[in-house]
């Protein structure tokens, strides 16, 4: 029998609709709401369970099984059919449920009578919240009607339930968005800030779900639709795609937005109740749960498209959702899912803090949010879907954590280390014109990183000596199009008049592995981060390199210039990329144009390879800077954007420190200038290290430079250095512990 045989779907969701009008508590709701369902369905039982937790179902209602377990029976996800329908995220339509793989038999239910069964998620947005069933005693294989009908009653429950319609008293039907929230992540930018959420991609909220006029819906569907499509339009005329694959990949976006059949799909579920917001949001659930199981990453960007369409239109439908333009609320800690450099960009430094359900230490995000000094907790799961806008948060970036709604407890705790954090940064303040000399007269140069012209007021306020690394890159990733080579040459021109006195180091174009551009042809690899990146590219596809060349050069007008090839590996890249660079400078001669007056040409050493070229390498090379980043992913063998092998490896174990060594001390042996650049530069006891290995240079974000200062004005470097000796020989693996017991004796 399908639900047509007790009155049609439409009808069943005014019931629903009428119940939920009515006063009365979360747990009246749910109990009508299985008594209709069974009825229309033409079955003995009906039940609702609720996600009590991320991994747990609770029975909440029933009509049909025992009354006394309802909140008594809980299931994991995956556990019995009730749980694989949640895990999947599919309905499961069993004629003869006991022969089903996965089947378990509930004995506090009494659900032994009942032979077949049909289960499926109520789920909102791809998130699973709970699992609507129906039983017959009989072998009943419930057709596609049954199915579909089901589903759409699952879709109001789920919004219901987000508006609050089922609370109670138990875990599972407590008021969502209230509850305090722990989301543990990692860490992409230390510090910590308190404030309150803004959402970048806000949460649509949907208070009518049922449709009393179906044609009048499917009229507000084909007008949203219509403005959809001219808006897709404006955006791929807009956007100059820079190639037949970007082509491909827009024009597939274009014909999804223009898809019969999801149009017709949509304009079902209002025939069948649903007003058109939900019905664009049942899709998206399904959307969303094709995407968790689709293994190919092409396919999988497909759904995404559709995704981010879905969105699209539900803004148009509801008027909801954030504007260019909307002013950023004071105290701002944007959460997202994921958000690319020029949108973070259009946010400003105001915000406090950035929380990512996605994201990577290595992305340009978090090379921005570290130039700001910005603390940001990325993998932070499923924050997006908790989180309500001005919601009050806490943002730990030392310890990868963050608190939604925090109870009294923790926000004083948390107020206690933001005033800690204060006070050490007034006395940075104080020492920020003072030279890192250490103890024993030492004194090491510090360099700020940078990429952006705001990041270049920090030179005077952090006491940066000046700028040990200008990633040149972030130009090229916020833009849909190659920048023009004028435009390069008036930034890298206003970058140095900003530096005034103090020395830039450009480094070139260091694009691929994470780094991919939108208007360039993107090869899949199977390890990206040693694959086709960097020089490598540059020196295959001179054409950019070269004009990127001759903006550097004309951007200088006349002064004084460093540029430094990134990813080299051997020696013959760096002879390659200097005899291009110096083609370039007789060319620029020939036109007219000025040359710098004094150029230096250097080297990032950041595979292991580098350090063993030829002495002629370090003789040619005017100076060198160890990118830290990759240098240490490749030494260990470790992805460093796998949390799971990233942590791992220590940066003070006794191999790495020791390759440190050698490097330092091959460059001292030529007398060419090394630095260390990267994420370990700005940690103070890692700083030491390096300084204790020999290095004489660090560069780091601008925040970082008070801490390690203090540090080494504090510190004896030839004790340091015995101290790392000492542990090395014991045959210690890292000198972290024995170090860290002699800064402590030493207060």
């Not at 369902?37 to 179902?57: N, W």
């Not at 530069?681 to 290290?689: D, F, S």
């Amino acid at each position: 029998m399908d639900i047509n045989a007790g009155g049609n779907s439409r009808d069943l969701l005014k019931k629903l609709r009428e119940t939920l009008a009515v006063e009365g508590d979360g747990q009246e709701r749910l109990d009508h709401i299985v008594g209709l369902v069974a009825e229309h369905m033409g079955t003995e039982v009906c039940s609702i369970y609720l996600r009590r937790d991320r991994q747990t179902l609770e029975l909440c209602a029933t009509q049909g099984l025992k009354q006394e377990s309802v909140h008594q029976t809980r299931l994991r996800f995956g556990e019995g059919l009730v749980g694989l329908v949640a895990k999947r995220a599919a309905p499961i339509n069993a004629a003869d449920a006991p022969q089903e793989k996965g089947f378990r038999y509930m004995p506090e239910t009494g659900e032994e009578l009942y032979t077949s069964l049909l289960g499926v998620p109520v789920q909102r947005l791809g998130e699973v919240l709970g699992v609507l069933v129906v039983q017959n005693k009989s072998a009943r294989q419930f057709s596609e009607d049954d199915v579909y009908a089901l589903e759409v009653v699952a879709m109001v429950i789920a919004e219901m339930k987000e508006l609050g319609a089922f609370v109670g008293d138990g875990e599972a039907m407590t008021a969502p968005h209230q509850r305090p929230h722990l989301f543990k992540g990692a860490s992409a930018q230390e510090g910590s800030a308190k404030g309150v959420v803004l959402l970048h991609d806000p949460q649509i909220v949907v208070s009518n779900v049922v449709a009393d006029d179906p044609e009048a819906e499917k009229e507000r569907l084909s007008t949203a639709m219509d403005q959809l499509r001219l808006n897709v339009d404006d955006l791929l005329t807009s956007t100059n795609t820079g190639g037949q694959d970007q082509k491909d990949v827009m024009e597939a976006y274009r014909m999804f937005a223009n898809s019969k059949s999801w149009v017709s799909r949509l304009e079902t579920s209002i025939d069948r109740g649903l007003t058109a917001e939900v019905a664009v949001e049942k899709e998206q659930s399904a959307t969303r749960a094709r995407m968790a199981r689709v293994p190919d990453p092409y396919l999988r960007e497909r759904l995404h498209d559709l995704d981010d369409l879905s969105n699209r239109l539900l803004r148009l439908l509801t008027g909801q959702g954030r504007r260019a333009g909307d002013a950023v609320p004071e105290n701002a800690i944007l959460v997202a899912r994921n958000i690319g450099p020029a949108e973070l960009l259009e946010y400003g430094k105001t915000l406090k803090g950035i929380v990512l359900e996605g994201g990577s230490v290595g992305s340009h995000a978090a090379i921005i949010a570290r130039a700001w000094a910005i603390p940001m907790v990325i993998h932070a799961e499923p924050i997006t879907r908790e989180a309500l806008n001005n919601d009050p948060i806490l943002v730990d970036g030392d310890q990868g954590v963050v608190h939604l709604r925090p109870t009294e407890e923790v926000t004083s705790a948390f107020q206690d280390k933001i005033a800690m954090l204060t006070a050490a940064q007034t006395k940075y303040a104080a020492i920020r014109n003072e030279p890192a000399t250490t103890l024993d007269g030492v004194t090491v140069g510090m360099q700020m990183n940078a990429g952006l012209m705001v990041d270049l007021p920090s030179l005077e306020t952090s006491g940066a000596e000046g700028v040990g690394l200008f990633r040149t890159e972030l130009q090229f990733l916020m833009r849909n199009a190659v920048p023009k080579r004028d435009e390069l040459a008036a930034l890298y021109s206003r970058v140095m008049d900003a530096a005034g006195d103090k020395r830039v180091t450009f480094r070139t174009l260091d694009i691929g592995s994470d780094k991919v551009l939108s208007y360039m042809k993107n090869i899949n690899e199977p390890n990206p981060a040693m694959g086709w990146r960097a020089i490598r590219m540059g020196l295959d596809k001179p054409g950019v390199m070269k004009m990127q060349l001759q903006a550097l050069l004309r951007g200088a007008k006349g002064r004084p210039m460093n540029i430094m090839f990134p990813f080299i590996a051997q020696y013959s890249e760096f002879l390659d990329s200097r005899a291009m660079l110096e083609a370039v400078v007789e060319s620029e001669k020939k036109l007219g144009h000025a040359v710098p007056s004094e150029l230096k040409v250097g080297a990032m050493l950041e595979t292991p390879s580098l350090a063993f070229a030829p002495d002629q390498f370090f003789e040619t090379c005017d100076f060198i800077s160890i990118g830290g980043n990759d240098l240490k992913q490749f030494f260990y063998a470790a992805d460093r954007e796998n949390e799971r092998v990233r942590s791992r490896y220590d940066t003070l174990n006794v191999s790495f420190l020791s390759f440190i060594e050698l490097i330092a001390e091959r460059c001292k042996s030529f007398d060419t200038p090394v630095s260390f650049c990267g994420e370990d530069a700005g940690k103070p006891v890692e700083a030491l290290c390096f300084a204790a290995m020999g290095l004489r240079n660090l560069s780091m974000r601008p925040a970082s430079i008070g801490p390690v200062k203090h540090m080494l004005r504090k510190a004896n470097l030839a004790e340091a250095k015995q101290v790392i000796d000492t542990a090395r020989g014991s045959g210690a693996q890292s000198v972290r512990k024995d170090l860290m017991d002699w800064l402590k004796n030493r207060g």
